[in-house]
């Protein structure tokens, strides 16, 4: 799990190939004005999913990790709590899902806050689970990137 500032994202070029069209992609385009949906970067190598939705308690939260793909979650407007934990020795909820690129699990999560101008990068050794609200719950807007695995 990696976790800063958009403006310093460019740090991290050269991870891979598709990591770095997800970057290029930050960089060139006003992620704000995207609408909600999803929006091709490289086929399904690379893409972005908008997201707007309102935060929730964490108990309404997965807890998850992908096979196929690394999240770049870039908080746009507002911010949300999200919980870590490597993935080593965690029990699991929901097997893997191959269609949908998901497994749920139940773990102890470390919490931090997903700022208006922050992003979490993770990776498919990183659970995650997104979407809580900090205080109570706020609508957000969020790109996710989603970068195939190489």
């Not at 069209?21 to 972005?48: C, E, R």
């Not at 893997?96 to 102890?108: G, L, P």
Request: hydrophobic share 40%; net charge negative; charged share 25%.
């Amino acid at each position: 799990m990696i976790y800063g500032s958009i403006k310093n994202l460019s740090v991290y070029t050269g991870i891979s190939a598709n990591m770095d069209k997800a970057i290029a992609f930050v960089a060139s385009h006003d992620l704000l004005q995207l609408p909600a949906g999803k929006h091709a970067i490289d086929g399904d190598q690379v893409f972005l999913l908008m997201n707007e939705y309102e935060t929730k308690a964490a108990e309404d939260c997965v807890m998850e990790t992908h096979k196929k793909y690394i999240d770049i979650q870039l908080m746009l407007n507002g911010s949300e709590s999200f919980g870590y934990a490597p993935l080593e020795d965690q029990p699991i909820v929901e097997d893997y899902n191959v269609e949908k690129d998901y497994t749920f699990y139940m773990a102890e999560m470390n919490y931090l806050t997903l700022k208006e101008g922050y992003f979490a990068l993770f990776f498919p050794a990183d659970i995650h689970q997104p979407c809580i609200a900090v205080n109570e719950p706020i609508p957000v807007k969020k790109a996710v990137i989603k970068v195939r695995v190489e």
